[in-house]
């Protein structure tokens, strides 16, 4: 089922999400919805607050689903090794049609659990760690704009707040 993304205005994903403590029916069917919304959308990476559940559960295919084999279902991530810098551009499917600039770990080890609640640890560099660190910061209550200068992010806001009384938002 695909759900409805919540957009930025909702104070959910300004929260910090709950562990992940049951690895039941429920949590299979939110992850399988959410990688279907994910790719729906279409979009590389979706976080459990996105969809309104403030729980630390998030999914992620770089390949945006061209790549079998590529999609990561992550509950309770952990950043365990963080190294190098990149800058480039991204966005969020909570807050679309605006992108930036956002200084992110080159590479990225994060260990986590699958969705039957066993151990993992995943490993990306570039875009795949660009993401990883984008659905963590989620998970966080953080967003990407909130990585931009006060001026940067204030203009945003401000085209945001134009959209919403619009009605285009
Ligand atoms: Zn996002």
Redesign the pocket.
Known sequence: MILPIVKYGNSVLHRVAEPVTAFDEALERLSRDMVETMYAAPGV?L?AP?VGVLTRLMVIDATGGEKAGSLMVLANPEIVESEGDQYEEEG????PEFTARVHRPRKLVVSGQRIDGSQTVVGGEELLARILS??ID?LNGV??IDHLSLIKRDIIKRKIRKKVRAGEW
């Open positions: 990476g976080a996105q969020c499917l909570s807050i984008h659905e989620h967003l990407f």
